[in-house]
């Protein structure tokens, strides 16, 4: 008995050797193979059932993914875990994770056993991914060299600030809008909590808020500004003009949390109904539970990509000329000051310098650009945010409308939505996986 036990171990090793072998085999990278692969070079659909999928989920170790059969049709409800196939896993990498939210992937289902975490869930392989088309990234913690990608493939970017509690940080806005610009995707500033601003704002409060939502929606950007924990909320004019915006496309959500994301979500009927944290305490909340970016389908059309972790993240090595052209009030000068490798600081006959004198730039923008390029980049990409002085919005012409209006004037917001041309806090986040 004995014996043919301690036999059949061994028989069970030597077939665990061959299978391993010829795993390694069969899982090696060939020549010239590569994870990223444009779709056009896939095969979707033959013998071993590869399908087209979207990354809504990523673990440490393994990811969540949900089929997505014609691309921007993902269904959501369909999850899988998967794992990304281990021919292509290296140690020495650029990226932290392999594969992020958003990602396009192309799929196999795990019909030899490989992926091992235990789960009710069907499993699949990741075999590629497509190249991307944006994305938003940070600096490891972990490794310093590397990057860690935070979210892929968004076409416009939501950043969602409140007039107060916390107050908005204008500086933490330019800096979303540098990297829309630099990704080349649109970006929404929404203002919430408007209800607080009227009511309990000062009157510098009010003044700036006007002066600043004059000066973004001047530079072109649309600017929304709700209250997004009315009862009426949905009906209003201001989210029906948000809601159109969001259809068809996959927003990247950004802000701090506290400012009402999970409220605005709401809104939008999510297929996963987002929690609002009542606690006071949450804006000095060192922890989120779910540090997880996820995918979202909205009810009312399209899709947000929801990272409660971002509140930094790196820029690519920009230098001046990149950086101006970033700011889309610079661009119409660029190209046309004394010196072709102008930085736009101290340079004679710098015409970028010469309009913040004539005041057609403002202050405060030329201000948050070179607090971007200087040291303000700070260390590891983090950037302190700039106080904005009364200098700053002296010169700024308020919005003619009052903003006080905004939430009794419906006719002055729908007249605001067709004035808008189409066009941090440094704390280390908790380990998002
Ligand atoms: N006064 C006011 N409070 C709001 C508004 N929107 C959300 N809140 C509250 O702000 C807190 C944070 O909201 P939440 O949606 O969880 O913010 P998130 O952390 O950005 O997702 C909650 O207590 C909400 O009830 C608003 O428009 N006005
Ligand atoms: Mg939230
Ligand atoms: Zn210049």
Redesign the pocket.
């Known amino acids: 008995m004995a014996r043919w036990h301690s036999r059949d171990t061994d028989l069970l090793e030597k077939v665990g050797k061959i299978r391993k072998k010829s795993q390694k085999k069969t899982h090696a990278v060939s020549k010239g193979e590569t994870f990223e692969r444009p779709e056009v070079k896939w095969a979707v659909g033959g013998d071993d059932g590869a399908f087209a999928a979207r990354v809504v989920e990523v673990h440490k170790r393994y990811a969540f993914i949900s089929t997505e059969h014609e691309v921007n049709a993902v269904d959501t409800r369909d999850v899988w875990l998967a794992e990304v196939a281990r021919r292509f896993l290296v140690a020495d990498r650029l990226e932290r994770n392999f594969i992020a939210v958003g990602d396009r992937v192309l799929c196999v289902p795990d019909r030899e056993k490989l992926v091992k975490v235990a789960s009710d869930l069907p499993k699949c392989v990741i075999q590629h991914r497509t190249p991307r088309r944006s994305r938003i990234a940070r600096l490891d913690p972990q490794t310093a060299s590397r990057e860690h990608v935070l979210a892929t493939n968004m076409d416009q970017v939501l950043i ?1 600030a ?1 007039f107060l ?1 916390p107050k908005v940080k204008w500086g933490l806005i330019d800096r979303y809008l540098v990297l829309a610009e630099s990704e080349g995707v649109d970006a929404i500033i929404v203002l ?5 601003l009227t009511e309990e704002g000062k009157p510098e409060d009010i003044r700036e808020a006007e002066a600043m939502v004059a000066l973004y929606r001047g530079l072109g950007y649309q600017v929304v500004t ?5 009862d009426t909320a949905r009906q209003h004019p201001e989210i029906v003009r948000l809601k159109a915006l969001l259809e068809g496309k996959i927003t990247l959500l950004s ?10 979500v709401n809104l939008f009927k999510p297929e996963i109904i ?6 006071d305490n ?1 804006f000095y909340k060192g922890r989120h539970t779910t540090s997880f970016a996820s995918f979202i389908k909205l009810g009312t059309g399209g899709y947000v990509i929801d990272t409660p972790g971002i509140r930094s993240f790196t820029f690519e090595e920009k230098t001046a000329i990149e950086l101006s052209h970033c700011f889309v009030e610079f661009r119409p000068l660029l190209g046309k000051c004394k010196y072709r490798e102008c930085r736009h600081m101290d340079e004679p006959e710098c015409k970028v310098l010469a309009a913040v004198e004539a005041g057609t730039i403002s202050r405060w923008r030329y201000k948050s650009y070179l607090g971007i390029l200087l040291g303000a980049t700070g260390r590891e990409g983090r950037i302190r945010d700039l106080p904005l002085d009364e200098r700053d919005i002296r010169d700024l012409q308020p919005d003619e409308r009052d903003i006080r209006d905004l939430l009794l004037n419906e006719q002055a917001i729908r007249e605001l939505g067709h004035l808008a041309a189409p066009m941090s806090s440094d704390e280390t986040e908790p380990e998002p996986g």
Request: glycine share 10%; net charge negative.
């Open positions: 969602v409140s509690s919430n909590k408007l209800d607080l709700v209250q997004a924990n009315a802000g701090h949390s506290g400012v009402g994301k999970s409220s605005l987002q929690t609002v944290e009542e606690d949450i």
